[in-house]
């Protein structure tokens, strides 16, 4: 069945084949800059599960960790599309606020939760992780 979404504008789609039954959320400082919010949402998806359609523009930079990590926008409005580096292999991160059924997705782990901001609390139930998994 899999999950289909696009960017605000729409002018840019993302498809994964694959069905997710959960959901991450992450607190380091490029995700919570990349979404404009204290954290980003996110499922490892399969290179060759994912399909991105339309503009795209793409920023590399390097992380703490001394690894290149790079990211996919929409190329009109701006949407955080995914991200990936060498440590995520042949798998990349994809934003899930863009697709309407993650809202219905649990969360089962938080990462750089040393970087949550201090007034969220943790997700219940959720696998607590310092840095990266």
Known sequence: MGHKGACLCGQTTIEIAETFTEQ???H???CRQTS???????VI???SQ??????IKQY???VPTGNYVTRTFCGNCGSAISHG???FGETVAVQTGNFEDFANIPFTTEIFVKDRWPVLAEMKGTQQV???L
Do not use: M, R
């Open 24 to 26: 991450l959320a992450c």
């Open 28 to 30: 380091c400082k490029d």
């Open 36 to 42: 404009g919010s204290a954290f980003a949402t996110n």
């Open 45 to 47: 998806v399969p290179k």
């Open 50 to 55: 994912l399909k991105i359609t339309g503009p």
């Open 60 to 62: 590399k930079n390097l």
């Open 85 to 87: 580096s060498d440590y």
């Open 130 to 132: 310092d840095t990266q």
